[in-house]
T-cell receptor
Framework: AQKVTQAQTEISVVEKEDVTLDCVYE???????LFWYKQPPSGELVFLIR??????QNEISGRYSWNFQKSTSSFNFTITASQVVDSAVYFC???????????FGAGTRLTVKP | DSGVTQTPKHLITATGQRVTLRCSPR?????VYWYQQSLDQGLQFLIQ???????AKGNILERFSAQQFPDLHSELNLSSLELGDSALYFC??????????????FGEGSRLTVL
C-alpha cells in the first residue's frame, strides 16, 4: 500500500526566511511518481511538480527547489526567501504506475508573516 | 486558472437530500477524477473516469455515484446525504490515460454543507 507522511502540520516563518517542507513516502512499487500541490486560501489545488522514481535529480524553479532521495524515501520541498504569497497548505502526493489512486499526505500549513 | 470548471461552488442542503456536482475537464483531457477533502479524512480519492469509462474506484460510498458523458464532462451524484458528507469536493483532470503517471489539474472545488 502507498502512504505519504507530512509530519509538519503547521509551520510559521517570517518573510525572507527559507523553509523546508518534509515529505516521506512508502511504496513497494519500483515505478512511482511524486507530486507537490499548493492549496492557497482560495481553495484550489495547484500543481507544482512531478517526479518519477527513476529521476533523482533535484530540481529548482525560481525560489522553489525539491530534493528527492530514494535512500530515505523523501521528497522535500524548500522555499527560499519566503514571501507572504507563499502562505498556503502544501500537499505531497504519491501515485504508482498503473494505479489511479493518488495518495495525498495530510498537508503542511505554511504561514509566512510580513 | 487550471482550466477545470466545477459547479456549483457552494451548496447547502439538508440531510437525506440528493445533489449533483458538475465538472468540465480541461480541453483535451480525457481523464476525470473526483476527490473529497474533509477536515478529518484529508484528501480522499473517490473515482476516476477515462473517456467515458470508469477506470478506478477509491473510497467512494455506495450512496455516491458518478458518470462521464460523451462530451467528457462528469457529474458526481451524492444521495441520502448525511452530516458527515459535508466537505469540499474536487474534480481533477489529466491528459494521461490514468496509469498513475500524470499530474492532475484541479478545479476550485464544490463546497457542500449538509445541515
Amino acid at each position: 500500500a502507498q502512504k505519504v507522511t507530512q509530519a509538519q502540520t503547521e509551520i510559521s516563518v517570517v518573510e525572507k526566511e527559507d523553509v523546508t517542507l518534509d515529505c516521506v513516502y512508502e511504496t513497494r512499487d519500483t515505478t512511482y511518481y511524486l507530486f507537490w500541490y499548493k492549496q492557497p486560501p482560495s481553495g484550489e489545488l495547484v500543481f507544482l511538480i512531478r517526479r518519477n522514481s527513476f529521476d533523482e535529480q533535484n530540481e529548482i524553479s525560481g525560489r522553489y527547489s525539491w530534493n528527492f532521495q530514494k535512500s530515505t524515501s523523501s521528497f522535500n520541498f524548500t522555499i527560499t526567501a519566503s514571501q507572504v504569497v507563499d502562505s498556503a497548505v502544501y500537499f505531497c502526493a504519491l501515485s504508482v504506475y498503473n494505479n489511479n489512486d493518488m495518495r495525498f499526505g495530510a498537508g503542511t500549513r505554511l504561514t509566512v508573516k510580513p | 486558472d487550471s482550466g477545470v470548471t466545477q459547479t456549483p461552488k457552494h451548496l447547502i442542503t439538508a440531510t437525506g437530500q440528493r445533489v449533483t456536482l458538475r465538472c468540465s475537464p480541461r480541453s483535451g483531457d480525457l481523464s476525470v477524477y473526483w476527490y473529497q477533502q474533509s477536515l478529518d479524512q484529508g484528501l480522499q480519492f473517490l473515482i476516476q473516469y477515462y473517456n467515458g469509462e470508469e477506470r478506478a474506484k477509491g473510497n467512494i460510498l455506495e450512496r455516491f455515484s458518478a458518470q462521464q458523458f460523451p462530451d467528457l464532462h462528469s457529474e458526481l451524484n451524492l444521495s441520502s446525504l448525511e452530516l458527515g458528507d459535508s466537505a469540499l469536493y474536487f474534480c481533477a483532470s489529466s491528459r494521461s490515460s490514468g496509469r498513475g503517471t500524470g499530474e492532475l489539474f484541479f478545479g476550485e472545488g464544490s463546497r457542500l454543507t449538509v445541515l
